[in-house]
């Protein structure tokens, strides 16, 4: 068997917003189109989730969620800057400007029950949700990455990479593609958004770094989102990490011998569309979990034209265990 060219973890995010996108996750993994899932601790299907993770031997890790629904942390759930006067986190977007106008006191302290001295809201939402995760599947989380990439926002960064020190969590995701500003298929709000993370990731990279924090050589997800997933989309992804290949490409031994491998994670989003009224993090599922892209992107990471080009192209499929 050749060696392959590519290690790569194909993460199904979102796992536990709700039984049909466990079920489209699960489904997908089966079949050979994705490695490894991110769970939502605080979503509603979260326990069903982690149950079907130990069941198929899935490999998971934390979903980290500031953005959607409610806190995990008692605490937080009455007053808090995290929260709306509804006491649900601010949104994508919300949580963002929030920040921005310095609205959101990341530095103010609370005392926890679980804590013996004052702790950071935001670490503590965090600890509280790896806590949950815990509970849910007997273990710490493998890696550890933000909804919507809220971990790589300033301020958030920082407290983010304290936490994962702390807890000897070792993978996060860095969402910088290769390539994206060569994507003129991506709408330009969405471009605009994704430019933006580009930068709050490239700026958390000395953070990640000082904490002792990993990621894999190359992020690819953005640019095969939704509809835009093809098979020739995915191979021009595919070819785009493995033309990102630089000095700090880990040499692995396989079979005996020395052969620079890229290691990359390929975010996705699979499932069967939510139904309304069913599923979320307590406001109900939105509309990105109702769309019909989630299934388009679960028929084709198990299309067998799919599976066929990351062989042709030397790429294995693996968990962030693995890497």
């Not at 409610?70 to 919300?94: A, D, E, R, Y």
């Not at 990640?208 to 190359?218: A, E, M, N, S, T």
């Not at 939704?226 to 595919?238: E, H, T, W």
Request: proline share 7%.
């Amino acid at each position: 068997m050749p060696l392959p060219r590519l290690l790569m973890v194909v993460t199904g995010d979102d796992f536990g917003y709700c039984p049909r996108r466990n079920r489209g996750i699960v489904d997908c993994f089966l079949a050979g189109g994705i490695s490894n899932v991110s769970l939502l601790v605080n979503a509603s299907a979260a326990k069903e989730a982690a149950s079907l993770a130990g069941r198929h031997k899935i490999p998971i890790g934390l979903h980290a969620n500031l953005s959607e629904g409610t806190p995990v942390c008692q605490n937080l759930q009455q007053i808090s800057t995290l929260i709306n006067p509804q006491g649900f986190f601010h949104g994508k977007m919300g949580f963002r400007q929030t920040l921005e106008k310095g609205q959101l006191s990341i530095n103010q302290g609370t005392v926890c029950p679980m804590a013996s001295q004052p702790e950071k809201k935001v670490e503590l939402e965090l600890k509280a949700q790896v806590r949950r995760f815990v509970e849910l599947t007997g273990h710490l989380p493998h890696h550890m990455d933000g909804h919507q990439h809220v971990h790589v926002l300033p301020d958030v960064r920082e407290v983010f990479a304290q936490v994962l020190s702390d807890l000897r969590i070792p993978f996060t995701r860095v969402p910088m593609e290769p390539g994206l500003h060569n994507c003129p298929w991506v709408p330009a709000h969405l471009h605009t958004f994704y430019m933006q993370v580009e930068k709050d990731a490239r700026d958390s990279i000395p953070v990640f770094k000082h904490y002792g924090i990993r990621w894999p050589d190359v992020y690819l997800g953005l640019s095969t989102m939704g509809q835009n997933m093809s098979v020739s989309s995915l191979q021009r992804a595919i070819q785009q990490a493995l033309g990102a290949r630089t000095s700090d490409t880990t040499s692995r031994r396989a079979s005996g011998l020395h052969q620079a491998v890229v290691t990359a994670e390929l975010m996705v989003h699979p499932g069967y569309p939510s139904h309304p009224q069913e599923g979320g993090c307590g406001e109900g599922p939105d509309d990105f979990s109702q769309s019909t892209e989630r299934e388009h992107e679960l028929n084709m990471l198990r299309n067998p034209s799919v599976l066929k080009l990351f062989c042709q192209e030397g790429v294995q499929l693996c968990g962030f265990r693995d890497l």
